[in-house]
């Protein structure tokens, strides 16, 4: 799923940082309570996340909505 992601932001916007977030995200039950792959991806900053007055910038929104398109191809790809 990581590796799916990454070849999708390389494409569409360039080297991904991979990392890990300081807040929590629905991952924590998807991938550790249930086992099911997950990679967490937004638009944003992360010092900006789940704060008052949270914002974005509009490329940010249309990368992340190219992202959200992209990685299930990528990840079927690997997996055929």
């Known amino acids: 799923a990581v590796q799916a992601a990454a070849a999708a932001?390389?494409?569409?916007?360039?080297?991904?940082?991979?990392?890990?977030?300081t807040f929590s995200t629905n991952g924590v039950s998807i991938a550790g309570r249930y086992g099911i792959p997950c990679v967490g991806y937004g638009p944003g900053m992360e010092a900006q996340a789940h704060a008052p007055n949270e914002m974005t910038y509009k490329r940010h929104l249309v990368n992340s909505a190219a992202m959200y398109a992209a990685i299930p191809a990528m990840y079927a790809k690997q997996e055929g």
Not at 9 to 21: A, C, Q, T
């Open 9 to 21: 932001h390389r494409g569409l916007i360039g080297e991904p940082k991979i990392d890990k977030w």
